[in-house]
Nanobody
Framework: QVQLVESGGGLVQAGGSLRLSCAASGRTFSTSYMGWFRQAPGKEREFVGRISRSTRSTYYADSVKGRFTISRDNAKNMVYLEMNSLKPEDTAIYYC???????????????WGQGNQVTVSS
């Protein structure tokens, strides 16, 4: 199991930027993909993006592509989500995730952080 602790987030105006951090501990050496999901009020949790442990290749949901950037520091067991040009529709609870995999075209994860609120005001 991988334990994940998030930090960052908060309130920002539309067009602004925020950075989320995620500290991983436990069986991090076995984690190939880490990433982020989000859940807006009244909606299902959705995939935001993921990063490979070995190649650092990234993949993003169309809704955030070009605005969000995921990076990782394997030596520190940290994963980051840099969010730019934020929109009110980006308001959600953001979850760090580990051991991501695809099931029938949907990204899922085996380990989750506690979630961090991001609110974008118009």
């Amino acid at each position: 199991q991988v334990q994940l602790v998030e930090s960052g987030g908060g309130l920002v105006q539309a067009g602004g930027s925020l950075r989320l951090s995620c500290a991983a501990s436990g069986r991090t050496f076995s984690t190939s993909y880490m990433g982020w999901f989000r859940q807006a009020p009244g909606k299902e949790r959705e995939f935001v993006g993921r990063i490979s442990r070995s190649t650092r290749s990234t993949y993003y949901a169309d809704s955030v592509k070009g605005r969000f950037t995921i990076s990782r520091d394997n030596a520190k067991n940290m994963v980051y989500l840099e969010m730019n040009s934020l929109k009110p529709e980006d308001t959600a609870i953001y979850y760090c995730a580990a051991d991501l995999f695809v099931n029938k075209g949907t990204w899922l994860a085996r380990s989750w952080g506690q979630g961090n609120q991001v609110t974008v005001s118009s």
